[in-house]
């Protein structure tokens, strides 16, 4: 699982980067199987079909958090992050890594949601504060076990904001705060609506272009981000479940 010179330099400058088809089937595949027994277990499948009324009315990240907690998989969760991945991630880092931040992959599950989907009041974070230096010290890695449609409940990623407390004139200021400036980023952050059609096209802040990248695609596909990267969970206005797993490194 080598990354490409394009794929190395795509991630240093956007802080986001996808590998496609990176996983074969017959590794995804089993786990998806399993996930969906888990579902008939919980109740929350029958015939087939996803049936959960109380999930769908939770908040999205609470409703993340408690599929979690219900749906137990266990160490096979770990065949999605082979070795070859991890070397490509801690080959990422400024120096060398390397442990996983936690010791097993996170389960990043979603049911369809109650409301409609748009980019309001969604739940932009960082999971590393930056460095003084503008280093690479943390890496995840997002794997889609099953397809996952557009708007279908991906995570969604910044591109391009892990560049921002690093400008001259910023001050250590965040990259949230830097944005925030910005009167049309600025609305992701607020309570006025945020679903305007120009929020995804790239847009220059202090001459670095930011950009939103919603990390769908094909079951085995990988998304490796920047955990200095403003992201959030989305709203999934699929009738399908989202399944996604995400495994951190950091950099001890
Ligand atoms: O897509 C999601 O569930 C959000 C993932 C996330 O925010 C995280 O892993 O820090």
């Known amino acids: 699982m080598l990354l490409t010179d394009p794929e190395r330099m795509q991630f240093e400058k956007l802080g986001v980067v996808r590998l496609s088809s990176r996983l074969p089937q017959n590794r995804t595949g089993p786990i998806r199987e399993r996930i969906f027994a888990e579902f008939d277990r919980l109740g929350l499948r029958a015939g087939g ?24 998989i266990g160490s096979e969760l770990d065949r999605l992050f082979p070795d070859e991945l991890l070397a490509a991630m801690g080959s990422l880092m400024t120096s060398p890594w390397l442990r996983p931040a936690r010791p097993h992959p996170q389960l990043l599950l979603s049911f369809p949601h109650k409301e409609a989907w748009s980019l309001d009041r969604l739940n932009w974070h960082v999971d590393k504060t930056p460095t003084p230096a503008d280093e690479i010290v943390a890496v995840q890695a997002f794997v889609l076990i099953d397809d996952v449609a557009s708007r279908g409940g991906a995570t969604l990623a910044l591109a391009g904001t892990h560049k921002l407390p690093y400008l001259p004139g910023s001050r250590g200021n965040s990259a949230r705060n830097i944005l925030g400036e910005d009167p049309i980023f600025a609305s992701l952050f607020g309570s006025a609506g945020a679903d305007k059609e120009y929020l995804w096209r790239p847009r220059e802040i202090r001459g670095v272009p930011i950009s939103i990248v919603e990390m769908c695609g094909r079951a085995g596909d990988v998304y490796l981000m920047d955990m200095r990267v403003l992201h959030s969970p989305s709203v999934n206005a699929t009738k399908a479940a989202r399944m996604m797993a995400s495994l951190r490194l950091v950099r001890p």
Not at 49 to 70: C, D, H, N, T, V
């Open 49 to 72: 079909k996803l049936s959960s009324a109380k999930l769908r009315s939770l908040p999205i990240f609470r409703q993340i958090g408690r599929l979690e907690q219900m749906v137990k």
